[in-house]
């Protein structure tokens, strides 16, 4: 079973930039397909990034694409996602999430992956 850690939650004013980080450990991180969903008070848990196993190919949710960036960095079992131009909205919980089978993409559905405890990203205006 992986285990998940992220760090780098906090507040930002709009229009500002977080880097969130996930430690990961417990399996081989390099075969895996990372990724990252948001939850928004009172909304349902929204897919937000992933990054296939080997770094070539990623996939970000509408609300973030051209603002957010995913990255891995296998040598550390980490994976990054970088946060720029925030808005009031991006406002949510942020998972780190850990796809459940090796050399596998393409899910965005949150029964396809291990989730983290998550980190609070506040954007104030």
């Known amino acids: 079973q992986v285990q998940l850690v992220e760090s780098g939650g906090g507040l930002v004013q709009t229009g500002g930039s977080l880097r969130l980080s996930c430690a990961a450990s417990?399996?081989?991180?390099?075969?895996?397909?990372m990724g990252w969903f948001r939850q928004a008070p009172g909304k349902e848990r929204e897919f937000t990034a992933a990054?296939?196993?080997?770094?070539?190919?990623?996939n970000y949710g509408g609300a973030v694409k051209g603002r957010f960036a995913i990255s891995r960095d296998d040598a550390e079992s980490t994976v990054y996602l970088q946060m720029n131009s925030l808005k009031s909205e991006d406002t949510a919980v942020y998972y780190c999430?850990?796809?459940?089978?090796?050399?596998?993409?393409?899910?965005?559905?949150?029964?396809?992956?291990?989730w983290g405890p998550g980190t609070q990203v506040t954007v104030s205006s």
């Open positions: 990054i296939r196993w080997d770094g070539g190919l990623t």
């Open positions: 999430a850990a796809y459940k089978w090796p050399d596998t993409y393409g899910s965005t559905g949150a029964e396809s992956y291990y």
């Open positions: 417990g399996r081989t991180f390099s075969r895996y397909t």
